[in-house]
């Protein structure tokens, strides 16, 4: 079946402006994870749902991020007001079951953020 | 605190040859996940190997396999017979049972495999 999906593949924006970034989990996966990945680094937690409910959000660095997933299946991240250390690779990953320690997480493609 | 150490930012291997990437961990969850992933120079994340905490055995898929040392808290990934395509960026991960769904990550090791 199909992976996981994102879109845009690449955002470029101004310094100030919002962005939304979505993300089409494997289908029937329960869980969706954001992670956020600089140049050269392993990929950072930001927050995840099981199906529409928001199970962690600790790793989102400031109020400016936001995340839902209203239907328990695509979700989007919001950046409000965006600034220049926003700029990364957005991964958005899913697994089958929800918080299980065994379970594998698949991840998309990302969404290369770079704000101007 | 959850970490993961990859102490090798580069490694060389020569193809057909065998290499071993080194990954350490540190927990305080009494049973954990550890997972390793590929990146190559095209962005994505592949998943290749998993090994429970309370695994008997160590992991194995194909060329992969996971040298697991549960007192040394040590998880290599150990490639067999390397192909150019493994040249890669590779990253440990941990997923502790009192960490919900958060994956840590290492910092990675970026494998070239020459000719």
């Known amino acids: 079946g199909a992976g996981v999906s994102q879109s845009p593949r690449y955002k470029v924006t101004k310094r100030g402006q919002d962005v939304a970034l979505r993300c089409d989990p494997i289908s029937g996966h329960v869980s969706l994870y954001w992670y956020r990945q600089a140049l050269g680094q392993g990929p950072e937690f930001l927050t995840y749902?099981?199906?529409?409910?928001?199970?962690?959000k600790s790793g989102l660095p400031n109020d400016r991020f936001s995340a839902e997933r209203p239907e328990g299946s695509i979700s989007t991240l919001t950046i409000q007001r965006t600034e220049q250390r926003d700029s990364a690779m957005y991964r958005c990953?899913?697994?089958?079951?929800?918080?299980?320690?065994?379970?594998?997480?698949?991840f998309g493609p990302g969404t290369r953020l770079t704000v101007l | 605190a959850q970490k993961i150490t990859q102490t090798q930012p580069g490694m060389f291997v020569q193809e057909k040859e065998a290499v071993t990437l080194d990954c350490t961990y540190d927990?305080?969850?009494?049973?954990?996940?550890l997972f390793w992933y590929k990146q190559p120079s095209s962005g994505e994340m592949i998943f290749l190997i998993y090994?429970?905490?309370?695994?008997?055995q160590n992991a194995t898929e194909g060329r992969y396999s996971l040298n697991f040392q549960k007192a040394r808290k040590s998880a290599n990934l150990v490639i067999s017979a390397s192909q150019l395509g493994d040249s890669a960026m590779y990253f440990c991960a941990m997923r502790g049972v009192n960490q919900g769904g958060k994956l840590i990550f290492g910092q990675g090791t970026e494998l070239s495999v020459k000719p």
């Open positions: 749902f099981n199906y529409e409910a928001q199970q962690d």
């Open positions: 990953a899913s697994s089958l079951t929800p918080g299980q320690g065994t379970d594998t997480q698949y």
């Open positions: 090994q429970g905490s309370y695994d008997q």
């Open positions: 927990t305080s969850d009494p049973s954990y996940g």
